[in-house]
């Protein structure tokens, strides 16, 4: 069993920054992948980033390129996802999620745990 907890949601202008946590435990870290997510009310969950088990690659969503950067520090057993040039579109509830087995994956239904989400909200 693996259980993910998100933190670093909140309120922030449009331009503004916001850096997700997600802390990780119950089995070894370093093997999964790890990804966020998120859901906009009426939408989808839909993929925003993802990291292999090592950090070597990273890979993310057209909408979130060169403003998102994701991370991992795996000797704290935490995924990050730094957020820059907010704009009001990327409100929505955002999960991390870990995949156990299998490369980088950009669909919900390839990872096994989730987290209970965290909520970004950015006021224009």
């Known amino acids: 069993q693996v259980q993910l907890v998100e933190s670093g949601g909140g309120l922030v202008q449009a331009g503004g920054s916001l850096r997700l946590s997600c802390a990780a435990s119950?089995?070894?870290?370093?093997?999964?992948?790890m990804g966020w997510f998120r859901q906009a009310p009426g939408k989808e969950r839909e993929f925003v980033a993802a990291?292999?088990?090592?950090?070597?690659?990273?890979y993310y969503a057209d909408s979130v390129k060169g403003r998102f950067t994701i991370s991992r520090d795996n000797a704290k057993n935490t995924v990050y996802l730094q957020m820059n040039s907010l704009k009001p579109e990327d409100t929505a509830v955002y999960y991390c999620?870990?995949?156990?087995?299998?490369?980088?994956?950009?669909?919900?239904?390839?990872?096994?745990?989730w987290g209970q989400g965290t909520q970004v909200t950015v006021s224009s």
């Open positions: 990291i292999t088990w090592g950090g070597g690659g990273t």
């Open positions: 119950g089995r070894t870290f370093s093997n999964y992948v």
């Open positions: 999620a870990a995949r156990l087995i299998g490369g980088v994956a950009t669909t919900a239904y390839e990872y096994d745990y």
